[in-house]
């Protein structure tokens, strides 16, 4: 697996290189051979040769991937290289390990040698040291003798002497055991020679074949010397040797050859190791020749035989010398020491130590005592055997545990890999069946939406169709309710299909134009009924720096605030709903923008409502400092809004707000049962709200209400982003607007907000607005007579709160002398009866307007009561039907779906407004019906059919009329039969209840103009007809 692992790697960075170096080469010589036409053979020659060589080294590269997509890119070959490749690499280490322990082992014997070489040749070294020093002053004494016993008659030395001298110069000489000097005595001075002694020349050589303990030895006992030409018997000895006076030493073997040699060459001699008399242990004797004159150094040896007159001699012990010597080093790892006399090769003369050691490890280290016939050497083992190389052991064991942890290491490595690889397939194999899942998930969804949607808009077709009809009260009660409960299920049915969106990341935003205040309106007017029952307050503010014009997708924005303004309709019983739309950049700028007191003053209908700044304190636009917003420094044209929305509802319980945007979660079991709902709509609104580039957060406190505020990014849409600060009260053109310009409204509020809402609508209208807190106020500043009021717009709250003094108001407000008299309007969220009556019976009947407050509204009751104006004008956002029937009136309309109900729908939804309708229930039926030349002048096309689908058809139609205008440019057919169309080109609009699949793009990209969602809505259907009808 590792070794497929760096195959792939390998593979991959070659063929990478490969790819970079031709493209280079290539481009080289591409443009070469395009610069230069003089060399262009040249260049074409060489490109040719680079050209096939990368075509051989690609070749290769696609010949080895292939190769190792079929060895090592197989499972099972994998394995099988991996186990080769483990066992390799065990075996390696394994020996690696060895020779590890081989290497230090014999780097220990080698240091163990130099140790063992650096003693011995110590020891051999102070031992030739010493025994040069002895043999110096043996010569010194030689000297001596020749000088005070030779050269001198009597002679100055004597035995007495002699042995005193001797041992008091003993420390000069510390490896002699003695010296003793033996005269040279020829046989005819024999006899004189011993009477002169006083004792008889003995023989050495029964000593020699007889040795003799030393409290044995008696020199009297002694054989006389044999008769001979000549003698050497010992006339001087010291007294540790004293026993060897009167001995002949050239009767001794030994001593016989060092003498002659001694006294031939002129240089000291050594004997063979021999037992010393009288002590029996191992020694040599060092013998030098005592001359009667100087000689000459090139003397022949007769000269030096004939001018011998003695030979002095220095015993030495060898054991007993070499012993002392080891007592004066000290070493923590003790050697054994053997000193031979290795003259005869083959023999050698063990001169000291034992031959029985245990550590076959030996140093030999050569000696030389000054005599070149004899040869010695030193050879040291150590006592003990070599210790176990532990370093060299634990390393190599250590090494080789390494190896096997790291073979252990990388076979779980590549099981891991391999199991990772595993899991890797199986979740690829899972992902495919989730993506298949998914796809299918949204198939079913599109086919459940089509099968649900497509009965439900012939149920609310068919019920739209029925309240044209004449019915009663209670009959049109029964359609109103179930068009409501058909129009509650297709919402249910759109939130769970958005819900199905976000989770597969299908659900995408527009880019289009709209107006921020006309949606709004429409919010408020979709909510206006139930906050009106349960008298509720419900308003809308939008500050004026906010332009008129976004571009953005208006529908998800309504979905935003459909979301929240729902939520706070269902749990508020009193109090009231405040939505607010500010810029970002105003939080920081406007303090009353910014927070609004949560005492019941200074609230809009004056119940307490938490602080709206803990909504959006975890906003990452905003920081310790304040506003940290990058769109209002970077560019104009991108638009921060901030929207809030505030009600005095029960709040949300600490225990449920972490969860809150979690789909499908509610704050308990019983409040789907109470209120109804699904729980997906706020976690849709936060990821449409993350969508736009925002933000959302919330505050609750239970029992007080609850405020959402989240921040959308939106495109400024108006033609000059400056206009709507220099003109901030006249920023909605309207046709409405000019009937009112000029005019004076006086607004009585106690309330600061809520007065600055009427305000804002007010003067959306183009009317300039006066407030006062009361009507006492009211009644001064109208009678100040500075201004002429043209209407007077009282709060509910003010007007009940004293009805003597809403009397006396209105009374007051009779009796001013203008020319034209002011109209009273209440502003009203709800009215009782009762009370309305007692007040205005008999004295005054003033105009209601209901709130919420909005434009449409608030412009068609102001008309209706001031005679002013189109009184039938429509409300804000709905198209009059004469528009429609205008445009389709006698248009000759293609309307195709495979469903009868839905057929029947959108053929009586068209012919409603004055259009030629032909059905057809198939694509086939269709494309016959199209066949060029043709009257239709639209068709309306639905998508899911059996057989052959809105888009084949739609396909093959676009075919056909290619076709059939290539023959008219062609001059195939007469442009005079056809009617002089030059090109033909059937509006085409697609009509579907599919809300996935049947997206505008795909209209597009078969050939539609245009999509119509089922069933039909008056808006959207005057948008598309619009384009192509005029």
Not at 360 to 378: A, Q
Request: hydrophobic share 40%.
């Amino acid at each position: 697996m590792c070794l497929g692992f760096g195959l792939k790697v390998g593979h991959l960075v070659w063929m990478l290189c490969c790819w970079i170096v031709s493209v280079i080469s290539m481009n080289w010589l591409i443009n070469g051979g395009t610069k230069d036409t003089k060399t262009s053979s040249l260049l074409g020659d060489s490109g040719k040769m680079w050209l096939k060589w990368w075509q051989k080294i690609s070749g290769n590269s696609c010949k080895i991937h292939h190769l190792y997509n079929l060895s090592i890119g197989s499972k099972i070959v994998r394995e099988t290289w991996w186990r080769k490749l483990l066992v390799t690499w065990l075996l390696l280490w394994t020996l690696v390990s060895l020779w590890i322990f081989w290497y230090m082992s014999s780097q220990a014997t080698e240091k163990r040698k130099e140790t063992l070489a650096s003693m011995c040749d110590e020891r051999a070294r102070m031992l030739q040291d010493q025994f040069n020093v002895s043999l110096n002053h043996v010569q010194a004494m030689s000297i001596l003798i020749s000088t005070f016993h030779h050269g001198k008659n009597p002679s100055a030395i004597d035995q007495r002497t002699f042995a005193m001298y001797t041992e008091r110069t003993a420390f000069e000489r510390p490896l002699t055991s003695g010296v003793a000097y033996a005269v040279r005595v020829l046989h005819s001075e024999r006899e004189q020679f011993e009477k002169q002694q006083g004792w008889t020349i003995k023989r050495m050589d029964t000593l020699e074949h007889n040795p003799v303990h030393k409290d044995d030895y008696t020199p009297e006992a002694l054989e006389p010397s044999p008769v001979k030409e000549e003698y050497a018997p010992v006339i001087f000895a010291q007294d540790t040797i004293s026993h060897v006076v009167s001995l002949d030493v050239l009767s001794g073997k030994e001593d016989r050859e060092n003498v002659l040699r001694a006294r031939a060459s002129g240089k000291g001699v050594l004997t063979a190791p021999f037992r010393l008399l009288k002590t029996n242990r191992l020694g040599v004797i060092l013998t030098f020749a005592v001359y009667k004159r100087d000689l000459p150094s090139n003397a022949t040896p007769n000269e030096r035989i004939e001018a011998t007159d003695g030979y002095l001699g220095g015993v030495f012990d060898i054991e007993s010398l070499v012993e002392k010597l080891l007592q004066q080093l000290a070493s923590k790892q003790t050697i054994l020491v053997n000193v031979y006399d290795t003259t005869n090769v083959s023999h050698p003369i063990s001169m000291y130590g034992s031959n029985i050691f245990e550590d076959d490890m030996e140093h030999i280290s050569g000696l030389n005592f000054g005599d070149p016939f004899r040869k010695h050497e030193m050879r040291c083992r150590f006592k003990q055997k070599p210790p176990w190389p532990w370093l060299a052991i634990t390393t190599s064991i250590g090494v080789l545990v390494i190896a096997l942890l790291v073979g252990h290491i990388f076979q779980a490595t590549v099981n891991r890999i391999a199991k990772v690889e595993e899991d890797y397939q199986e979740m690829m194999e899972l992902k495919k069946k989730a993506e298949a899942a998914d796809v299918a998930k949204s198939q079913f969804l599109a086919t459940v939406s089509h099968e649900i949607r497509t009965p439900m808009n012939g149920v609310l077709g068919m019920l739209h169709m029925l309240m044209d009809t004449d019915l009663d009260v209670t009959q049109q009660d029964y359609v109103r309710t179930a068009q409501a409960s058909g129009k509650a299920l297709v919402s249910l049915i759109n939130e769970v299909l958005d819900q199905a969106k976000v989770e597969s990341g299908k659900l995408e935003l527009e880019a289009v134009s709209f107006d921020l205040r006309a949606i709004l309106d429409d919010v408020l007017s979709l909510f206006s009924g139930k906050s009106q029952e349960k008298g509720v307050e419900l308003a809308v503010y939008i500050s004026d720096q906010v332009p008129e014009i976004l571009i953005g997708d208006p529908g998800r924005f309504r979905q935003i605030i459909t979301n929240l303004m729902g939520n706070s309709i269902k749990f508020t019983e009193k109090g009231h709903i405040f939505v607010t739309v500010n810029l970002v950049e105003e939080v920081i700028d406007s303090i009353e923008v910014e927070t609004q007191s949560s005492s019941s003053k200074n609230t809009f209908s004056g119940y307490p409502v938490p602080d709206r700044r803990r909504s959006w304190k975890a906003f990452r636009t905003f920081n310790q400092d304040g506003l940290t917003c990058p769109f209002k420094s970077s560019s104009s044209d991108l638009i921060n809004l901030m929207v809030s929305v505030e009600d005095t509802g029960e709040g949300i319980p600490s225990e449920a707000q972490p969860r809150i945007f979690t789909p499908f979660m509610q704050v308990g079991p019983s409040i789907s049962r109470t209120h109804g709902g699904t729980g997906i709509g706020l976690s849709i609104s936060k990821y449409l709200v993350n969508r736009m580039n925002g933000e959302i957060g919330f505050v609750s406190i239970p029992k007080i209400g609850s405020t959402f505020t989240f921040t959308a990014i939106f495109t400024n849409g108006s033609p000059n982003s400056n206009e709507y600060k220099r003109n901030p009260t006249n920023n909605h053109p309207n046709s409405m607007s000019s009937e009112f310009q000029g005019m004076m409204a006086l607004v009585v509020d106690p309330r600061p907000i809520r007065a600055k809402v009427s305000r804002y609508h007010i003067q959306r209208l183009g009317i300039h607005v006066e407030v006062v807190s009361d009507l006492s106020q009211g009644i001064s500043l109208i009678g100040n007579g500075n201004i002429v009021i043209d209407m007077v717009l009282v709060e509910q709250e003010v007007w009940e709160r004293d009805l003597c003094v809403s009397t006396l108001f209105v009374n007051k407000l009779r009796k001013f002398d203008h020319r034209i008299p002011s109209k009273l309007f209440l502003l009203a969220n709800s009215i009782s009866s009762s009370r309305t009556n007692a007040v205005t019976s008999g004295v005054y009947n003033p105009n209601v307007i209901m709130k919420p407050l909005r434009a449409s509204m608030l412009a068609a009751s102001l008309q209706r009561a001031m005679g002013v104006g189109n009184k039938g004008n429509p409300r804000n956002g709905e198209l009059p039907s004469v528009s429609l029937q205008t445009l389709l009136v006698g248009r000759k309309i293609l309307v195709v779906d495979d469903n009868k109900v839905n057929l029947r729908v959108a053929a009586g939804a068209l012919k409603k407004y004055g259009a030629d309708v032909v059905c057809a229930d198939s694509g086939q039926e269709a494309i016959i019906k199209l066949q060029i030349p043709h009257q239709f002048d639209a068709c309306f096309m639905d998508i899911q059919m059996p057989e052959m689908d809105g888009f084949e058809a739609t396909r093959r139609i676009r075919e056909m009329e290619h076709n059939y205008n290539n023959r008219i440019r062609r001059g195939e057919i007469s442009l005079e039969a056809q009617g002089n169309i030059l090109t033909w080109h059937l509006p085409i609009l697609a009509m579907t209840a599919d809300v996935i699949q049947a997206t505008h793009e795909e209209c597009l990209k078969c050939g539609m103009d245009g999509y119509v969602s089922k069933p039909f809505e008056a808006e959207q259907l005057y948008q598309e007809v619009s384009r192509f009808f005029h």
